[in-house]
């Protein structure tokens, strides 16, 4: 997914760059980035974080920095932050998102015979660049941000810093990522993740709206696009991306979590010996259905922290597996023989959960319940980088739905908890699974637990709908016309 930290300073600037974008590191594991503004230009550092965390990686090197603003990234792929030189100045750039149709857009910028691109990511091309090139394309920067944002199908959130020293910030156009904007005596930082802030000495002053655009100094924030109307904030933001401290649109993450498994425990109770929950993001949730289930919480599962990363992470297959497997520690005398419930945010593809199911087994569990606490996945996100599947068959919902009734299913019918559709699913992932039982959240459930309105939220990935859909698009695109012109679009089943 990746996140962002930028900061205007009244003083040196570099000791809260470098410590506000770390704690965005569980965003991504790729690439990192700094770039700080000096008074006479931009240092600027990129550094592989795929084996290595970023701190370790700029400990050093950010000593050797000095300026008053600067933008810092952790990023999914490509490398970050970029300079960049145009008619509208030199400047640097930082984005959280995707562009889901870069190929379309790169096409049509060079059609132009004016556009090219250097940054190659990871063979491809660098989709920042492709951001900073739309943004190239207007008479200002204000202009630039919001032709890109409504020409851009996924989502993006940007830094903008000039040599001016000025700051500029976007939350994308629905907000789907968050934006929020912290202040201390003479400077002002934004970042996506608002726990970085108060060991910084920041206090939130708000968030960026859907769309809005803001220049920072140090001594305040200027709206200079006003914030959209439409919001759709990605809710997986409270299940598992999100870091607990966290707080979107009002509402803490670790608070969500908890509600997350006290709903789980209201509708799907067992008798149980223990609850524990799959170490990080499963922890909350399994504190809130022990609390409300009345069983005693406990760790038959502790993860080494000091060197695993979250698994969903590495493109790898093969590597994901090693980390699943070697991350996790079994603690014996709370498994053998006992009746365990267990708590997961989601299940992506299945095959780390099988390889902890076995695991407890082996240990002497004598039966396994697990509970995860978002909807099934059934649909591959559009909108941010949520994981490395290629596509909707690598998710174990649409496997076991191939399975019972081949390609031409009606994904529809698999999302009533109720239906026996729905049903059927979840009892064939169980068995595979090899669980004593299997309950995943309902969606209402969900949408009370994080306290926002349903339409301010985002849940295509369970319910294949877009709140942020314009001019009534029924085929998932995001930027159409009315009527829909997207004809090669297939329709959310």
Known sequence: ?????????????????????????????????????????????????????????????FKRFEGQAGIGVISDNEDQPLIISSHLGVYAIATVGIVTNLKPLVKELYATHAAQFSEMSRGGINPTELIATLINSQATLAEGVRYAQQKIEGSCSLLILTLKGELYAARDRFGRTPVVIGQKVGAVAVALESCCFPNLGYTITRELGPGEMVLCTPDGVETVLPAGEQMAICSFLWIYFGYPPSTYEGRNVEMARYRCGGALARRNPVEADSVGGVPDSGVAHALGYAVEAGIRYSRPFVKYTPTWPRSFMPPDPKARELIAQMKLIPVPGLIQGKRLVFCDD???????????????????????????ACPPLLYQCRFLNFSR????????????????????????????????????????????????????????DLVEAIGLPRDKLCTYCWTGEDVAKPNGCTHGCTHCPSPCAAKSVTPAQ
């Open 1 to 61: 997914m990746g996140g962002f930290f930028g900061v205007v300073s009244k003083e040196d600037c570099v000791t809260d760059l470098f410590f506000g974008t770390d704690y965005h590191s569980h965003l991504g594991t790729m690439r990192g980035g700094m770039a700080v503004f000096s008074g006479k230009g931009f240092q600027r550092s990129i550094h592989d974080i795929s084996n290595s965390q970023f701190r370790s990686k700029f400990d050093n090197e």
């Open 346 to 372: 989601s299940i992506v593809r299945g095959t780390q959960l099988i390889e902890q199911a076995k695991r407890l087994y082996d240990d002497g569990a004598k039966e396994i319940h697990m509970r995860i």
């Open 389 to 444: 599947a290629k596509n909707e068959l690598d998710l174990a919902t649409r496997r076991f739905i191939r399975e019972i009734e081949g390609d031409n299913a009606d994904i529809a019918a698999y999302r009533d908890p109720d239906g026996a559709p729905y049903q059927e699913m979840v009892g064939r992932i169980r068995q595979r699974l090899g669980l004593s039982s299997l309950a995943y959240q309902r969606i209402d």
